[in-house]
């Protein structure tokens, strides 16, 4: 689903924090394959693979493969015998500093006073402290390093890449899409009193009928 759609998947509402962003924001991808919010996850077939596990399972094997990437990477780099350089010391600088401009805005905007760490709390929960966060931010930007040095170090020729496209072109063709939801559904209003009022068949039909035109 990251791959599906990044900017999506990625976006984090500092109220809500990093976790459960990325819950809500993986379930709004998964819902346009299927997945139904209303049932467990555990009863529900999951379109994103063919082998009839369910969405509980590619969500659990998603993370889990994630976390296992960086940390097998982040190993292999040290046994590579890469060791800390001042670009990823620039990079780590980069993030504390990211972090602490983070929690300064979102101090600003809400009228509060949150350290870093209160911060990271925040975003991430009450089991993430400073130390943590700092020790997983260098295994992250050591295991990139590694990826990208090794990448640096692979050569092809022209024949070879034609080859492989040919081969696997799923592989590398991508869609850029872009979905707008248009409910149709009438506003509903309010009387002296402050009730709720229904919308009337007419506003309704004239409502479905301005989302038919915005939809064509």
Known sequence: LSEI??????????ELGVVESVRQNATTIASMFGL?????LKEQECAMTDDGSTW?????????????????????AKEAGMSWDESMQADYDAA???LQSSTDSYNSSKGTSLSTK?????????LVNMSTYQKLVKNAILAQHYVNDYQDS???TADQLDSEYAANPNN???VNYEMISI????????????????????????????AKTLAD
Request: no cysteine; proline share 2%; net charge negative.
């Open 5 to 14: 759609a990044p900017v999506v998947y990625l976006a984090t509402d500092t």
């Open 36 to 40: 139904d919010t209303s049932k467990s």
């Open 56 to 76: 509980y399972d590619y969500f659990l094997n998603q993370a889990t493969q994630q976390m296992a990437a960086i940390q097998s990477l982040g190993k292999a």
């Open 96 to 98: 504390m500093e990211s």
């Open 118 to 126: 209160g911060y990271l709390q925040l975003i991430y929960g009450k």
């Open 154 to 156: 692979l050569t092809y």
């Open 172 to 174: 590398y063709d991508y």
């Open 183 to 210: 409910s149709g559904k009438a506003a509903s209003t309010t009387d002296a009193d402050g009730n709720t009022v229904d919308p009337t068949e007419e506003e309704t039909a004239a409502a479905l009928e301005e």
